[in-house]
């Protein structure tokens, strides 16, 4: 903070366990990369090269020397980890994770059908070579679950070992715990809150108005996935009601 403001909630401090921001990154230069996290980095915990954009990248070392020069984690889109699984090359997906030196890996099955117990099974493996995010929901708008599916899945994959779910949202915010117009399935949401604790779920959120849902549920420290870079230091003042959709969220409360 550059400026003494009460009443202002407590964030927490990095390295944060909860109120983690996670960015999608889509294509950034390497000079982009520092001049996105020489403003950004006190905001930002988790990069995720989106998709499979990593594969096309050019000079994909130098850009995750970047990131890693600044203390951040990264990792590989769960689209290019279903890639390399449809493709029947899963050891060849952990052998690049290993050249690259990536330690945070996503599973994901938005794109194609794995049997759950099979899912489960990768996760575990994978929690052997680092940390592991898991990512729950499907990117066809048409599969639709009901809530006690969303936690019998999200609980299943936290008990084979991922240090957080994520439920899935594309990068647009229209699937998942949306609806196509973007608006947050308010109903299903709560519900799963009843059942997995806050701290463990990122909430893929890229539009403000579902950034504001889950403040105003969850609080200042929600965790938020698919944030847009040039969109983290707007996120993180309406965390903390210093943007005008949460200017009395906090104030004399």
Partial sequence: MNFNLTQIPQRTAQPRNSGITMVMDKGLSIQEVHNF???????????????????VTPNLREKIEAYRSYGMHIYFGGTLFEAFLVRNQFNDYIAVCKDYGIDYMEVSDGSITI??????????????????????????????MPPYKWIELMRAE????????????REAGNVGIY???????????????????????????????????????????????????????????????????????????
């Fill in 37 to 55: 996290l020489s403003i950004s980095k006190p905001h930002v915990d988790i990069v995720k090269l989106g998709f499979g954009t990593s594969a």
């Fill in 158 to 169: 936290l008990e084979a070992g991922s240090s957080y779910v994520i439920a899935e949202a």
């Fill in 179 to 253: 609806r196509d117009s973007g608006e947050v399935r308010q109903g299903l949401v709560q519900e799963i809150l009843t059942q997995i604790p806050e701290e463990k779920i990122i909430w893929e959120a890229p539009q403000k108005a579902q950034q504001l849902y889950f403040l105003e549920l969850i609080g200042c420290n929600a965790n938020f996935g698919n944030i847009a870079p040039a969109e983290v230091l707007a996120l993180e003042a309406m965390r903390i009601g210093l943007r005008g959709d949460t200017f009395e969220l906090y104030f004399n409360k």
């Fill in 115 to 144: 049997p759950h117990a099979e899912k489960c099974g990768y996760i575990e493996k994978l929690t052997q070579h680092g940390t592991v995010l898991s990512e729950v929901g499907s990117k066809d708008a048409k599969n639709i």
